[in-house]
């Protein structure tokens, strides 16, 4: 049984919000890329990547 790859949502900023989307979510968390081009949502495992051109702040 093949694995659902989580959600990528592709962003502008280094600092995202996460609430798990939906109805159903989870708390409102806010996450920082720090030195990477990536975080993932501890709580969905939704992955944010800073968009191509973007710039690191």
């Given at each position: 049984?093949?694995?659902e ?10 600092r ?5 989307g939906?109805?159903?979510g989870?708390p ?5 890329m720090g030195?990477?081009?990536y975080v ?12 191509e051109?973007?710039?690191a702040h």
């Amino acid at each position: 049984m093949p694995i659902e790859v989580p959600e990528i949502t592709e962003c502008d900023e280094t600092r995202v919000a996460c609430d798990g989307g939906g109805v159903l979510g989870h708390p409102k968390i806010y996450l920082e890329m720090g030195d990477q081009t990536y975080v993932e949502c501890p709580y969905c495992d939704r992955r944010f990547v800073l968009r191509e051109g973007a710039q690191a702040h």
